[in-house]
């Protein structure tokens, strides 16, 4: 999907396809007015390392906060306010990914720590010789898990990406398979390569030989609507901190195998208390409740922009005009760079419904830092590095540029804000042409 979006007040008329020009209002001024931290005189685009957050988010900490902190399960009214509240939060952020069961819903501080739960529940299921399968591409909180079982005698395996595409090649993972296979660790979409990648087909294949998928969609879930049942995958994780939340997260797995996993919690909780035996210490009260907010956003976007249906239908109509969007904004970038002799873009060069607006490169002769540094002065939130994939940088040999340019950019930016981004990488990259 390559439609240009009629953006309020941004896109002229005449720049519009025939599709595009049937396509509701982006209603762009509506969307930043959620977003108190926006600023007129700042843009951000690091996205993809946080994302900001939505007043109904902050609110609702707030209020939860000011009102009901007391502790859950008593039988005084504040008390039963407050844990509906939590239960609340877990109804809805199984609606946000489709579960098909509330307790299926596991909430912790972050992706990291939430794989690090799971792979610490999966250590008596392992024995010296069972195979797990990494990518080089993922961050590594979806690699150093797993790596640490290597201890068990466990055999790691890595699934690499294609350096000319950037895509993860499926007869690839066909090779890495074998009947001792037990998990897949990879992402739903790299937070360097900005692509979304096969889970299904992937998982399909992993299944047939007994083995379960582990799916970090930290980077595919600002962009796209999660569907754990959809995508095929046993576990899926995600930090709200990403999605316009705060700083927490959540992983899912099928009810089936989170029951089948050990009690995580303390001793006397019974296994099969899902979530809390996966929650040892209990969830976070205030932010589970802030997250309520971010359902809240995207179903009242949906209608803002003219969906119709159930909340998950307007949830994703929401999602598909962020993406026609954001498809836009990453085209203009894009479309830049493709057009500076000296930018290597990692990723594809172009975007499509398999690749999110997280655009990294680096520039022939010049350090990722020298870029980022001058881009500081003028106001534009971007960053550099290796962002914690460090194996796909090393094998991609970025490494002496210092690694990545990575502007990451969000439904919620403008393209006067992209085009201030170009007009500030022209003067920095091709200074004579600016
Ligand atoms: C793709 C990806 N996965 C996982 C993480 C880690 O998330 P958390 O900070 O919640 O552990 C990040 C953070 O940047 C990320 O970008």
Not at 27 to 45: T, V
Not at 81 to 95: D, G, K, N, P
Request: proline share 4%; with cysteine.
């Amino acid at each position: 999907m390559h439609s240009q979006m009629q953006t309020q007040g941004q896109v002229p008329q005449t720049s519009q396809s025939a599709e595009s020009s049937q396509a509701p209002l982006y209603p762009i001024e509506k969307i930043r007015a959620e977003f108190p931290g926006l600023r007129d005189d700042y843009a951000f685009f690091d996205n993809a390392g946080g994302s900001q957050v939505l007043k109904r988010v902050a609110d609702r900490v707030h209020a939860y906060l000011l009102s009901t902190s007391v502790q859950l399960g008593a039988s005084y009214e504040v008390s039963r306010v407050a844990t509906e509240r939590v239960l609340a939060a877990r109804r809805s952020i199984a609606s946000l990914i489709n579960a098909a069961h509330d307790e299926e819903v596991v909430m912790g501080g972050s992706s990291t720590g939430l794989v690090y739960l799971l792979v610490q529940a999966l250590r008596p299921s392992l024995q010296a010789g069972d195979e797990i399968i990494i990518t080089n591409i993922d961050h590594e909180a979806n690699v150093g898990a797993w790596r640490r079982l290597l201890g068990l005698g466990v055999v790691v395996k890595v699934w690499c990406v294609d350096p000319v595409t950037f895509t993860l090649p499926l007869e690839q993972l066909d090779k890495l398979l074998s009947p001792r296979t037990k998990w897949l660790a990879m992402s739903q979409t790299s937070n360097v390569l900005g692509m979304v990648n096969p889970i299904a087909e992937a998982a399909a294949r992993v299944h047939a030989v007994g083995g379960r998928v582990c799916v970090d969609s930290v980077a595919y879930a600002p962009h796209r609507l999660v569907d754990v049942q959809a995508c095929g995958a046993d576990v899926v994780f995600f930090s709200f901190y990403k999605v316009f939340g705060p700083h927490y997260a959540v992983m899912w797995g099928k009810r089936d195998f989170l029951l089948a996993l050990p009690n995580l919690n303390h001793g006397f909780i019974p296994a099969d208390d899902l979530p809390y035996k996966l929650q040892p210490g209990n969830v976070n009260f205030e932010l589970s409740y802030g997250c309520v907010g971010i359902v809240e956003y995207l179903e009242s976007m949906g209608l803002a922009m003219g969906g119709t249906g159930t909340q998950r239908e307007l949830m994703q109509f929401a999602f598909d005009q962020f993406a026609r969007h954001e498809d836009y904004l990453g085209d203009i970038l894009l479309q830049y760079l493709r057009s500076e002799p000296r930018v290597r873009i990692i990723g594809a060069d172009s975007m499509s419904d398999l690749r999110v607006p997280t655009i990294c490169f680096v520039v022939e002769g010049m350090q990722s830092e020298a870029i980022v540094l001058q881009m500081d002065q003028q106001q534009i939130g971007i960053r550099f590095g290796d962002f914690y994939a460090k194996k796909l940088i090393a094998d991609l040999q970025l490494q002496p540029y210092g690694g990545v340019v990575r502007v990451s950019m969000a439904h919620y930016n403008t393209v006067e804000e992209v085009e201030r981004l170009v007009a500030a990488l022209r003067t920095i990259i091709s200074p004579s042409a600016a």
